[in-house]
């Protein structure tokens, strides 16, 4: 069984420019989690669908930053006019049921330059 | 909203000494508590979870973690770290209930000495 898969790994997008990054979640899971992972603010929690609607999206931040989730089998995060700020490394989740045990991609690094 | 702290950010310690990573939450109702390790390199990966019952579990590679109500805390151990458990361990808290994320602490990178 494929575990979550996440593309693309590596990003670097100039100031300005929008990223769109996608999630394919294990086949029958029906909770797909984002997060986001600095230094310096650890694992940040963005935005959560359950059986593809949109749950909890408390952690995105109001401007610039949304989350799709079109059918079972993908996920899209996009960020309009990337800042420097939003260099990080994008994690993609997903679970059973919200609450039981989240399987992690290797995440998507977004480098701003 | 839940919320975890990891007061220490980085731990080092000698090969086949004993371990304790501290983790404390803050949630009003019951929780459902996790440890997940993430290697080099790779996602992160469940080591033990806690849902109910017996306060002390059990996960691989010989890790345990107990829950202790009183204090909020849900603190990792092992007694015994191999050069291989060096990693980045996160702390998790969810509520028991079905609309919930789980919360993340910061992480604690766990170094071991040869």
């Known amino acids: 069984n494929a575990g979550v898969i996440q593309t693309p790994r590596h990003k670097v997008t100039g100031k300005g420019q929008e990223a769109t990054l996608w999630c394919e979640p294990i086949s029958g899971h029906s909770a797909v989690f984002w997060y986001r992972q600095t230094i310096v603010q650890g694992l940040e929690f963005l935005t959560y669908f359950r059986n593809q609607a949109p749950i909890d999206d408390s952690g995105m931040p109001k401007e610039r930053f949304s989350a799709q989730m079109p059918n079972q089998s993908h996920s899209t995060l996009k960020i309009q006019s990337t800042q420097p700020q939003d260099s990080a490394v994008y994690l993609c989740?997903?679970?059973?049921?919200?609450?039981?045990?989240?399987?992690f991609g290797e995440g998507s690094r977004l480098i701003v330059v | 909203a839940q919320s975890v702290t990891q007061p220490d950010a980085r731990v080092t310690v000698s090969e086949g000494a004993s371990l304790q990573l501290r983790c404390k939450y803050s949630?009003?109702?019951?929780?459902?508590l996790f440890w997940y390790v993430q290697y080099p390199r790779q996602g992160l990966q469940l080591l033990l979870k806690?849902?109910?019952?017996?306060?002390v579990v059990q996960g691989v590679n010989g890790f345990e973690a107990e829950f202790i109500k009183s204090n909020s805390s849900f603190h990792l151990r092992k007694a015994s770290v191999h050069w291989s458990d060096s990693a980045v361990y996160f702390c998790?808290?969810?509520?028991?209930?079905?609309?919930?994320?789980?919360?993340f602490g910061a992480g604690t990178k766990l170094s071991v000495k040869p």
């Open positions: 949630y009003s109702g019951t929780p459902y």
């Open positions: 989740a997903s679970s059973l049921l919200s609450g039981n045990t989240l399987y």
């Open positions: 806690y849902y109910s019952g017996d306060p």
């Open positions: 998790a808290v969810s509520a028991q209930w079905n609309n919930n994320a789980p919360r």
